[in-house]
Every structure is written in C-alpha cells, then in structure tokens.
C-alpha cells in the first residue's frame, strides 16, 4: 500500500472508516467478524484507522473503540489510530437517529481521551479530532486543552472535524493542528475552501465519507430500503441516483474501459485532487478492503478528470 503524508503524519494512501461497524449503519457487525476485517486491513498495509467514541449504539455508545482496541490488540504499533471527542449521542430522546449533544469544555475533553485511551487499550492516540465545533467554547481553549494532551502525551497530533478556516486558524494559532477531518467527495465539496490554509501550512486532510454514503460506488439502485438506523438512506436516495445517474453511468464506463469499479475511481478522483489528501472509507469486508486498496494504482487523464468536474457541474449538489 503507498502513503501519503498527511500533515506530517506518515499513514496508508487509504484509510479505514470504521464507524459502520458498530454506527450508523444498521446493526452493528457481528464482533468476531469486525475484528477479522480490522486485522486483515491491517496485514493488507491500511495503517489509518478512524474512529470516535460516540460510534456505538444506546446500549454501548463507544462500541467502536472498544472493537477496535481488541482487534488492534499486539498490532499497535503498525498502526496511527484516529479518534474523536467533544459530542455525544442523546440516545434518550431518539435510539435510532439521537440528536448530538456538543461538550469540548476542557473537563469533557479530559474525560473523553481518558476513556478512549482505555477503550482502545493504548496510552496514546495518534490523532484526535475534535468531533464538532462547540459553540459555547472559543477555538482557543480547544487548542489550549489539546497542547496539554500533547505535552502529556497522551496524544501525538490533534485536529477538528467539518471545520472553516476561520475556526481552525484561530485554534491552529494557539496549538499547530495536523490534519482537518472534512466530509469530501466528487459531490460534497463545499469544504475545498479550507485549501490555502493547510497549504499555506503543511496540512492534511482525511476526507471522511468519500463514497457520498455508498451512493457513489455504484452498487446501489432505485429501490433500495435503509432501516431507520441505517443513515446511509440520508444520501442514497432514489432523488439522489436519478438527479446523478449520468456521473454514476460515466464512472461505470470508464471503470469498464481501465478495469476499475466506481468506487475505486472514487477514491482515486480524491487522491488525484490533493497529495496530503487521505480518504477513509466506510469497509465491512475483507472484498471491500482488497478493492479500495487498489485505488491510488489508478491513473486518469486530464481528459477524464475534466469530464467527471463537467458532469459535477453539471448537477445541483444535494444538501
Ligand atoms: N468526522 C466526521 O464527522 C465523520 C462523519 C462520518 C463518518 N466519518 C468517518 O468516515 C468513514 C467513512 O464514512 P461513511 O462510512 O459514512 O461513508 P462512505 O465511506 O462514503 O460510504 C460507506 C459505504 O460505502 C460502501 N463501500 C465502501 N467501499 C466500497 C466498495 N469498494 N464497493 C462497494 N461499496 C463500498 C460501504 O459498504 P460496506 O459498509 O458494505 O462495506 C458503505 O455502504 C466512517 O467510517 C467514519 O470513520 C467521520
């Protein structure tokens, strides 16, 4: 597997998504099963692992970490593990689709790595993205209560998550962040404009969601039923592959034409458009991760580049 560097941080050109293990994604995977997916990933040269610790579900609301420190269990150090704090899930007012609670006050953040250290059975995270920008807390004390974290060492790297420039370079300015965790895909692309900030100063960027949900690999069709805890319906819509059936037949073309599957085009056309850029999609089987790895040894010409941005352009960008 190739690498990338993102923001200093050497890690696989392709990470791994792992909330729909346990979140999101109907019911969760069967844990045996998740952990045989991680360790594959894991011998197949995937070295970025992503996670948060409200991946879970009402009755385990940190599942995910829990799963993935056991399956990292001995292979720690092959690997930079990526977790999230500063919101939580009220999974009081709704099981299936709970509304989010935001806390990155300097005490939930303190109790949020601690436990997270635990879950994941490791004394330091590689990076942690704060989850969500806190409106009752400024940027400043953000960062404050990160540069603490790093000088106990508790964590290597920090970053914020669906964040603007403004935000990040008044928290950037108190402790340096590495990498932006941003949504980023051929049809969610409103946080390009965070661009001459991380090249300005040497930044990643992890694309979180770089299937559009699943919509852009492909494999799904008008029809397809999505349980109410299968947030993936949210995106896959009927409206959404009809109003981008003519970018989705064009990948299906090309990928016949180069041996490729949409979803590795998907990936390439993220890797193609930024080298500190690292997507990590959502993977819940060993063909998925076998698939995805073979994305950064796929090349496409200007010509095709040029035609996936026209037929981008060319459709209203859903919300
Ligand atoms: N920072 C944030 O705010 C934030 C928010 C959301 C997600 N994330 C992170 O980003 C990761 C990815 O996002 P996501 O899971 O929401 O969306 P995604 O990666 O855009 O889409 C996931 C979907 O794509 C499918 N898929 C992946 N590779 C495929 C392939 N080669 N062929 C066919 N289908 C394929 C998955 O199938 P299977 O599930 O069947 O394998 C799943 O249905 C998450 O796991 C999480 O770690 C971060």
């Not at 409200?54 to 940190?62: I, L, R, V």
């Not at 009809?242 to 993220?270: F, H, M, V």
């Amino acid at each position: 597997m190739r690498t990338r560097n993102l923001g200093g941080l050497e890690v696989s050109s392709i990470g791994v998504g792992c909330m729909g293990m346990s979140h999101a994604a109907g019911k969760p995977m069967d844990e045996r099963e998740a952990i045989n997916v991680i360790r594959e990933a894991v011998d197949m040269g995937y070295t970025l692992f992503d996670t948060a610790k409200n991946y879970g579900f009402k009755e385990d609301p940190s599942h995910n970490e829990k799963l993935i420190g056991k399956a990292l269990e001995g292979l720690r150090d092959k690997v930079k593990i990526s977790t999230k704090c500063g919101v939580d899930f009220d999974y009081d007012v709704d099981a299936e689709v709970p509304p989010l609670l935001y806390d990155s006050s300097r005490k939930a953040i303190r109790t949020a790595v601690e436990g997270s250290l635990k879950r994941l059975n490791t004394d330091h995270i590689d990076i942690y993205f704060q989850a969500r920008i806190d409106p009752k807390v400024e940027p400043e004390e953000v960062a404050e209560t990160m540069s603490k974290l790093i000088k106990e060492g508790k964590i290597l790297h920090w970053g914020t998550s669906e964040v603007g420039e403004e935000y990040l370079s008044r928290a950037h300015a108190v402790c340096p962040v590495t990498a932006v965790e941003n949504s980023y895909n051929m049809l969610r692309r409103e946080h390009e404009d965070i661009i001459p900030f991380l090249e300005a100063n040497n930044k990643g960027w992890i694309a979180h969601g770089p299937m559009f949900k699943g919509l852009l690999t492909g494999t799904f069709h008008t029809g397809t039923h999505f349980s109410r805890d299968d947030w993936r319906g949210r995106l896959v819509t009927d409206e959404n592959l009809d109003r981008y059936s003519s970018l989705l037949e064009y990948l299906s073309e090309l990928g016949e034409t180069k041996n490729a599957t949409p979803s590795q085009l998907s990936l390439a056309w993220i890797l193609y458009r930024k080298p500190y850029i690292v997507p990590i999609p959502g993977m819940r089987s060993s063909a998925r991760l076998k698939e995805n790895a073979a994305a950064p040894d796929i090349t496409l010409s200007d010509v095709e580049l040029a035609r996936i941005e026209e037929l981008i352009s060319s459709v209203q960008h859903a919300k």
